[in-house]
């Protein structure tokens, strides 16, 4: 049998043009089949940080839904917005931070101490925070419907759990929690003496995916300062 005869000067091999056009098919093919799958991790209430460290672990980060990137969940129309980019995307897995600042148990003293203006100036920010939290819920309960992933995270021991619509939600049928300290995974803090220190930040975790909760149960054994 003869042997193939050697490429000529207009082989696709050797021109450049052609390698950075198949190179460029074979990228366009990676984005469709990315599209096709949707993405692996969508944070809400959350600036992209989960997403920062995605390709370290062979995932793929979808958009970050928060105020500063668009998204203000005090307008219904952005809700419904976020609500159909969750869906076009299907995520495996979603991270929900809503805001916590007023479900602090300090806020409850500040009552006492304020008084009346200041009462009724928390109320009002406590029923858009619960609003805010009833939301994470909807987005969760719409992940659990589709056999997906969620992940929802507060601090431990302020007033969220206490409230009617997350006691029926921990309630509910392969909804767990864990406690964990946030200094054992690097969280860190300036203290008022300028010194950087591990912060303790106790945090629960809310998950219907129990090999993440696993990895969300450390407490500080109480070897350092805070």
């Not at 969760?140 to 992940?151: C, D, N, V």
Request: aromatic share 8%; proline share 8%.
């Amino acid at each position: 049998m003869p042997e193939p005869p050697p490429p000529t000067e207009g082989d696709d091999d050797d021109e450049p043009d052609a390698k950075r056009a198949r190179a460029m098919r074979l990228e366009d093919m990676k984005i469709l089949a990315m599209l096709a799958r949707g993405c692996d991790v969508m944070e809400v209430f959350s600036p992209e940080r989960v997403g920062k460290v995605c390709a370290e672990h062979c995932l793929t980060p979808g958009p970050a839904l928060d105020l500063i990137t668009g998204y203000d969940f005090t307008r219904a129309a952005d809700k419904e917005r976020a609500i159909k980019m969750i869906d076009d995307e299907q995520p495996e897995l979603i991270t929900l931070s809503p805001p916590c600042t007023e479900f602090c148990r300090l806020q409850s003293l500040n009552r006492h101490v304020h008084g009346q203006p200041y009462i009724d100036e928390h109320d009002e920010l406590k029923r858009q925070a619960v609003k805010h939290v009833e939301f994470c819920i909807k987005l969760a309960k719409k992940q659990i419907r589709r056999g997906k992933w969620f992940l929802f995270e507060h601090p431990a021991y302020g007033d969220t759990w206490s409230e009617e619509c997350m006691r029926q939600f921990l309630a509910l049928p392969g909804v767990e929690w864990k406690i964990a300290d946030q200094c054992q995974y690097g969280l860190t803090a300036l203290g008022k003496d300028g010194v950087t220190r591990p912060a303790r930040k106790p945090t629960r975790f809310v998950s219907n995916a129990w090999c993440v909760l696993e990895e969300l149960m450390k407490r500080c054994p109480g070897e350092h300062e805070h």
